[in-house]
């Protein structure tokens, strides 16, 4: 069992940054695969970003590629989402998400945090 929390998240101009980071609790995080993900109003949950359980790999959506970093601390139990150059698109509630497996599809994840709201004003 994985419990996730973020935090970080606030309203930002565009062109700033905000650093997302999710706490989790439970002995398997640092053998867990974790991925970002963001849903906006009205829109489906879409994935962001995910890092392998020992942090040699990312895979990022094309968008935020060049613009967002994802990284892990396993000592800390804590993942983190670096979001520099935001646009107003990137306006979402961004929640993180724990799997076994690997990959960008929602449907992997095992394991939900609660969300984070990112609001960036144009």
């Known amino acids: 069992q994985v419990q996730l929390v973020e935090s970080g998240g606030g309203l930002v101009q565009a062109g700033g940054s905000l650093r997302l980071s999710c706490a989790a609790s439970?002995?398997?995080?640092?053998?867990?695969?974790m991925g970002w993900f963001r849903q906006a109003p009205g829109k489906e949950r879409e994935f962001v970003a995910t890092?392998?359980?020992?942090?040699?790999?990312?895979i990022y959506e094309d968008s935020v590629k060049g613009r967002f970093t994802i990284s892990r601390d396993n000592d800390k139990n804590t993942v983190y989402l670096q979001m520099n150059s935001l646009k107003p698109e990137d306006t979402a509630v961004y929640y993180c998400a724990a799997t076994k497996r690997f990959g960008r599809d929602k449907g992997l994840y095992d394991y939900w945090g609660q969300g984070t709201q990112v609001t960036v004003s144009s």
């Open positions: 439970g002995r398997t995080f640092s053998t867990s695969n």
């Open positions: 890092i392998s359980w020992t942090g040699r790999a990312t």
